[in-house]
Structure formats: structure tokens, C-alpha cells
């Protein structure tokens, strides 16, 4: 049985493009025991793939060039030799991309909710919703009455992260790149202040305006300027959690900017970088309750689907130039 | 009664010199009810006095022009008008830079252990070893086989911060200014390596080789182009404790460097930074502690004892040249 799949052609300078990536056809393997043959459903973009795009050492592994893009897929099982996995079960793993594969058992994940639409496995029940989860509540542990920053406060990961936050009666700042999602952000998702980065003539003057009482907590997910005018604000013993740096991921060589170390010591503040696998062991607890949140009504979450398989790198480039209200998702 | 007394006669602007302080004679006020006349026999200068000279926002308020300068001081009771101090009684508090001085006595700690010297309760047994222990331990969290870099090593913090993670069963380097300070750490504290930075060719590649296993924890007490080195080399999980930022206490403007969090988020590490005053409630589990490793004898306290009151503003300047080995002290 044939495919197409999408590999990494070259890896980027700086700012990726569609010449990076490459469509091709290949013919599958057999399914052997404890395999399953997985038709995609739904792909996962997500901002760590850039990283993945480079040769260099990060906290997961690179792509290799003419090797398929590897990402979160929701699919359904075709064919399977296993009797975990049976033909029309929907499954959810870490996939190439491409519109089939034969799957090790080992790497999928039965979807048994099946009353929620199934791209919210890649996105508030997924890998986003439990970062969200996790880096707020364990590294922000937010407090009643506490101010909460977010940057890239729309996407994936930050629109659940503001939600959260309102749910434990903070205070809640969004950043973000355009007017209309600071407008959603506030009319829709309950956050009390938004503020567009891209506009704004003085973003440190802006945060302080918002967060007139100081900023216990800053989820960042995008790094750089931004968090510099955040940081300014900081509050005795606010803590940081460092989830993502997009902002700085399509610049080559090391960034410089203003050192943390002094604006933590005077505050005696702290910053906590993580990636949501440290938490494996607390997954079934982060999991059941954004089920709840979500079934409750407390947490919505928007979704940005792109339609076609080949559609996949530019959906991955829009990332980064921020196209996406909430999570980016792409449906075949 | 009259006194010598050492005022901030004007704020530098990078690296302090002596005209930046005016000795000069007054005269005391009596002493009034439950207040004490102390006779200054010990006189602690610290780094933290540096940012206290500025007229900048930091974790403590500044002096101020043509008042005394404030710091920790050892004296002796020579009269009272209090039931809780008698005349003899060697006493504690942070006091102005007065060869006597009339306080309160709610800002006096009697000092009961005297078997100790004197000029420990400024140093080991004092707010540097109280530094070190909470630093090291409730921040590092150190587990033995880690392994542990403290930079000023040979300063009054950094050398029981080298000490305590070798009595953890630490694997310790020690960043210091000379090759005399290297050695005695290594010969007579127990460091299992010392780098005088001012000699590394390449502190990058030192901290690797003497580092062979990556870093756990750093303890930083200097910051800038030595922490820039250190954090190169962290390890999955590492730790940071801010303690002071010695190397840029006298640049002014912001401090420019690499962006400390892509190096956090990638190892999923951790930086706090801190005040020994966050630990009060903890100061008698410390100090006790404290005492019981000096006793046993594995705290070893170096003192760089400078004698003669007015030499207060030359030894405070010399902390920043380097000039001490261990805790910096002025002796009536």
C-alpha cells in the first residue's frame, strides 16, 4: 500500500519555507505483529518543530534531512494485528507525516472520548492543554488575587493557560499580535486585559497600565522584547515558566538581550524552564481535569483547521507569523 | 559623648572610590529608655552595599547622602537603659558606621556563644554562612554525586556554600580571581577544583573539563561573562541560585548578555534568586546547623581581618578587587 509523505528537504537559516520541506510517495510495509496501519485524520503543528528543523542540540532530537516530519496525529486504525487495536478505533500518536503509516502498538494511544471533537486530543486534551495545565499550576502555583501574565496569549498552549488562570481567580494579561484576538481574548475567554504587542507604541508603559498591581506570574511562551517589558513588572517572588521562546526560534545564534539573573535577584524571583514530558507520571491527573474544565464550560478552545494534507508546511510557517487563534491544526 | 562616623558623601557611578565617603565627628544623643550605647569592635563591609550606594529601586532601600552607612556590626554594651542587655554584653545588629552609637535594643541580638571569634557572627555563623546554607541546600537542593560550581568561592558566602555541598558528598569546582585563592580551596576547603577565571584562556572549556559530568547546581555570586561560562554546561534539571551579581555592581545601565531563557527552557532548568531575609523564620534551624559543622571542624573560615575603623571604605572597595580570601572584616 503507497503514501505520501512530507520530509525535510533542507533545514532552515532563519525563517522557514515551503522549499524545506518535500511531498513524495513511498510504498508502506507489511503490517507485522503488534502493528497497526493508521489512516490520519488530524495533524498537530506546534512551535517546538522548528527547533526539531535544526541540526543543533535541543531538548528533543532533530529531524533528519529526507526523513518524514514527526508529529501528533490523530488517526483511525485500518488494519491492525494486535488486539488492543481494532479497525475503526480511533487513535491518537507521535506519527510521520503522511496520509498512512504502520504503527508499533507501543507508540498509540486509544481515544475513548469520542463525545469530544477528536482534534482536541492534539490541543486542550492534548499535549497544549496539559503544558498549560502543568506549567501554570506546578511551576506558576497561582494564588486568588494574583496577577497572571501571558504571552502568546492566543495560541494553543497561552489561551488555556489564561483560562486556567481565571478559573483560580487571577487577574489575567494577554499578549498578543493582533487586535482581534486581544478582543477575543477578552470578550470570549474571559481574560481582564489584552494587549496587542505589535501596536502598542511602549509595551513596558502598556503592561504596567494593565497590571497596575505588578505580575506575580509570567507564563512565556515567546521570549525576547516582549518578556523584557513583562519582567520589568515583576513583583517580589514572582515566578516565571518558561514554556517557549518563539520569538527568538527563527534567529540565528545566541540571543542577547537584557541579563534575567539581576532582575531576578532583586525581586528574588525565579524562572523555571520545562517541557510537558516531566510531567508524564501526573498526565492522568492533568487529562481528567481539563476533561472537566472543558465539559463544564470553563475552558473553551478555539481552533484554527486548515484542510489537505499538502497543506501541512505552510500551516507549520503560519506559526510563526502568527495566523493561528488557538491551536493549528490540520484535517485531511 | 562624641563619635567617629563614616557617611556616603556622594553615590559613584561605576567602581566606588574613597570620595565617595566623609568621616567625621559628632556627638551622641543620651541614651534613652530601652536603648543601649554599643562600642563597635567588628565591622562587616558586603557586596550588597554597593547597590545600597545607589539611588536606583533594589531589594533594599539606598543610603543616603551624608548618612552614615549602615552594615552588620559585633560591639560591646557599655551602657544601658534596658533589663534585657547589661554593659559588657556583647551584642549584634545591623548599626551605622560609628565607632560607637546609641540603639534600640528591639534591633540588638545578644550573642551568647562566645567561644566562637567574634567576627564569625559577620561571617560563618552570620547572615554570609546563613546565605550559604539556605542558598545551597533549599534552592540547590543538592543529592550527593551532583555536581555543585560556586562562583567567588573564595568569598565569604561561596566559601561555606563549597563547604556544605562537600559535606553533601558534592562533586565541587570553585571559580575564583587568583591562583592563591585556587589552591587554598582546594588544599585546605575540600573544593575538589578551583579555576582562577582571570587566567582561563577559554572559561568555557575550563568549566567543561573540570565539570566532566555537566552542572547540577550554581551557586552564583558573581554573574556576567563566569555565569555565561557556568550555565553553558547545565545539566537536564539544573539549578540556579542568584545570591549576588558582584562582576556588574558597577557598570551602569542595564547589563546586556546572552538571554539566559532558551539555556532554562532546553535543559529544563531553574534559576531563583534571593535574599537571605526570605529565610527569617528558618535562621535558628541554620545557625544551629551552622554551628554544629563549625564545632566539628568541617566549616573552615578564612577572615580577611583589616584593622582601624577608618579603613571601612577601603575595605569595602577592595571586596571588588578581589582582596579578600573569605569574609571581609574591619577590627577597632
Known sequence: MDTLQIVLASRPQEFPNLDNFKTERIVLPDVQEDEVLVEGLYYSVDPYMRGRMNDSKSYISSYQIGEPIIGG???KAIESKSDKIKP???VL????WRTRTVASIKGLQKIEYTQFPLSYFLGVLGMP???AYFGLLDIGKPKAGQ???VSG???AVGIVVGQIAVIQGCRV???VGSDKKAEHLKTEYGFDEAINYKTSPDLIQAVGQACPRGVDIYFDNVGGEISDAVISHLNFQARIAICGQISLYN??????GPRLQPQLLSRSAMAQGFIVSNYQDRFGEGFQQLVRWVKEGKIKYPETIVKGFEQLPSALIGLFKGDNMGKMIVKI
Open 93 to 96: 500518536g507521535r506519527l510521520p
Open 129 to 131: 492543554g496539559l503544558t
Open 73 to 75: 496525529v490523530v488517526g
Open 153 to 155: 496569549a492566543a495560541g
Open 173 to 175: 494579561l494577554g499578549i
Open 88 to 90: 475503526g478505533d480511533i
Open 147 to 149: 496577577t497572571v501574565v
Open 251 to 256: 534567529s540565528p545564534g545566541t540571543p542577547i
